[in-house]
């Protein structure tokens, strides 16, 4: 049985005194709910989140991860050093660096090798832009994203990996996928990945990403194969993000 998630993406959005009070508030006012959760802080706050979470329920992960272990890349973070501070997620092919910072399919691929190569769990982000789900491409970006790293680390690799739909066009705009519109290409990635191994389908946890927020959570939760969330403006509140996280009760 799969359990479901909420991820939160704190982005560049957050400064160092705001990051240690959104922590201090979730761990006080943490709900009871038989479900993961994680936020993936800046870089640069990982290190003090992590000893702040060291004993709660909550998991740290990164926003990316560089496409090589070690060597010249400067600026870059190796997933070896995100295993220094216990990270147990790394977003790889959020749709900002594949939009801002040239991220294509072969390097989220390589990104994605990485962090499973330092059993880090990669949360694989795919999803459309706007343009091309109104010309009716939604299936086959989503398809040719998540087949070019299949076809690149092999189904095993997914055993251990969260995907994220996002669809481009709802994130951070309000705009969220309605639950039926999420659900069809949940189970469009799930069957696409059963054909390979239907063991490895049904247990992975598939996440929507796209203005989730209280008010929208619940319907897209209840949805078969949406396990959770990945949240970007609303992890930045910990009432918002904890009662995103309290959805799965209901
Ligand atoms: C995201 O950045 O992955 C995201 C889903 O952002 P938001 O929730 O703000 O749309």
Redesign the pocket.
């Known amino acids: 049985m799969r359990k479901n998630i909420v991820i939160g ?1 704190w ?1 560049m959005k957050i400064n160092h005194q705001s990051a240690q009070k959104l922590i201090d508030d979730m761990i006080a006012g943490m709900p009871s709910v038989d479900a993961d959760i994680a936020v993936c802080p800046p870089y640069l706050y990982i290190p003090e989140v992590g000893q702040r979470l060291a004993d709660s329920n909550i998991a740290l992960g990164a926003q990316n991860v560089a496409t090589h272990s070690e060597g010249a890349y400067t600026g870059e973070i190796a997933a070896v050093m995100l295993n220094d501070f216990n990270c147990k997620y790394a ?1 790889v092919g ?3 660096r594949r939009a801002n910072y040239a991220d294509t399919d072969e390097t989220v691929g390589l990104r994605f090798k990485q962090a499973l190569d330092a059993n880090i769990i990669p949360v694989l ?1 795919i999803g459309e832009l706007l343009e091309d789900r109104e010309q009716g491409n939604t299936f086959d970006v989503v398809a040719k994203q998540l087949n070019a790293v299949l076809d690149f680390v092999g189904i095993e690799s997914f055993k251990n990996a969260v995907i ?1 739909y ?1 669809p481009v066009w ?4 309000g705009l969220t996928a309605s639950a039926e519109q999420a659900q069809e290409v949940h189970l469009y990635i799930r069957q696409l990945l059963a054909e390979k191994d239907a063991q490895i389908a049904e247990n992975i946890q598939i996440i929507y ?4 927020k209280p008010q929208n959570a619940e319907a897209l939760f209840a949805m078969s194969d949406i396990d959770g ?7 930045l509140s910990a009432d918002s993000f904890l009662k995103i996280y309290s959805s799965f009760q209901k």
């Open positions: 993406n982005k977003i959020h749709s900002e982000a994220a996002e709802a994130i951070g705009t990403g796209g203005s989730v969330a990945l949240v970007g403006g609303d992890s």
